[in-house]
């Protein structure tokens, strides 16, 4: 059912909203590091090499489609937080029929530019193979991942968190079973990541659609509400495209990130595979504050509570730059034991240990620019967040990233360039909020 998150504490409206959408997270991001840290075990390096690009490509086109979905979240938030059901069922129903015609167009798509996305992606040619193989099978099942994503914007766009938590907690459970019996039994390589991959989130759609027909929401949905009304899917684009973008270009850097190091050879390529699977993992918790303050701020700001939702946005990035600082330091003394959970290769051990060093300390300024990023497209101007991420990228991320790898053979200073593009953006972030804040709020 709904939940109205416009009263009380604020601490504990976080706190219970942020909570199980973290979990979901870990969840979601257990996907991937369970299918390198499996594949490490019974695969050689070139295996290892496919599922960290391939589900690098994966990671791209999901972190589109929670963007885009965002769009979902805030308007059906706002609606809720106005106590204007009818137009959060219009919301809902539009968004159902939108997102699955865009799956089923982009994963055909998709299928048909895979090999070209392999090359763009410079894979060493000893894991080209295993990357298209597994990039086909991930690509069939983009419309299960899509199902999955809009149904848990609408939860979380209705204030509950916890629902989405159990589907991904399922799929996960079923995505390690299924690696070890394709991986493990069958040896089936990176193919068999892909196809437990696959296979777990359909059976988690599947769970989902069960709830939904149990689930009591307080929303009655007709079929009217599927149909696709131009203004409700206008509103939904205009703050999910941007974000979209936003995460869009976020992740074609990292992409080029990928690049460079694969350029760099296998060994490099591994170290920097394996280390973005353990920061997207520490990264959890700036990652759920985007989420936290879009979702809490749009139905505080749909009832009118603009001052509550600012105050949101502070706690938020006290409690990031908090766990950012701490995770930061310890991460020094425990990189090279983090970095041999998913290798025992020794040269992938010493430059992952270098490169995480360094990429570190963006935990520290991403957990403050998310938290901005959540705030304003809670206010229905999530073009900010795609302004200042496009900046710090094209200005900061890239640049530093490439002259690092020119320059020197350690991974560490190429790490820490990325904190420059962090810190950009939250500067940026931090001027447009005053901007915001002096037009008294957000403005329609």
Known sequence: MEKNLTTGSILKSILYFSLPYLL?????????MADLFIIGQFEDISSITAVSIGSQVMHMITVMIVGLAMGATVNIGQAI?????????????NTVTLFMMLAIVGAAGLLFFIKPIVGMMSTPQE????????????????????????????FRGIGDS??????????????????????????????????GTTC????????????????????????????????????????GIPVALQDGFIQIAFIIITIIANRRG????????????IISFL??????????????????IGAGKRERAQRILYYAVIITVGFGVMISII????????????????????????????????CIFAGVHFSFSGYFCACGHSELSFIHNIIAILLVRIPGVYITAKVFSSLFPMGLATVGGSLLSVIICVIAYAWMKKKQGCMD
């Open 24 to 32: 979901s997270y870990f969840l979601q991001t257990l996907y991937g």
């Open 81 to 93: 937080g106005a106590g204007n059901k009818k137009k959060a069922a219009k919301d809902i129903g």
């Open 127 to 154: 894991a080209v193979h295993e990357t298209v193989i597994y990039l086909t099978i991930c690509f069939l099942g983009i419309p299960f991942i899509t199902a999955y994503n809009i149904i848990s914007s609408i």
């Open 162 to 195: 916890k629902s989405p938590m159990y589907f991904i907690a399922a799929a996960c459970a079923i995505n390690i079973i299924l690696d070890y019996l394709f991986i493990g039994g069958l040896h089936m390589g990176a193919a068999g990541a892909a196809l």
């Open 200 to 239: 777990s989130q359909t059976i988690s759609v599947l769970i989902a659609l069960v709830v939904i027909m149990k689930k009591k929401t307080g929303i009655s949905l007709s079929k009217n509400d599927f149909k696709i009304d131009r203004k409700t899917i206008k509103r939904l684009l205009k703050i």
């Open 266 to 277: 296998l060994d490099t390529a591994a170290a920097v595979g394996i280390v973005e699977k």
């Open 283 to 300: 990264f959890l918790v700036p990652s759920s504050m985007l989420s936290t303050v879009s979702a809490l701020g749009a139905q505080n």
């Open 331 to 362: 991460i020094q003394f425990i990189a090279e034991p983090v970095v041999g959970l998913f290798t025992e290769n020794a040269k992938v051990i010493l430059l992952g240990s270098q490169y995480i060093r360094g990429y570190i300390f963006d």
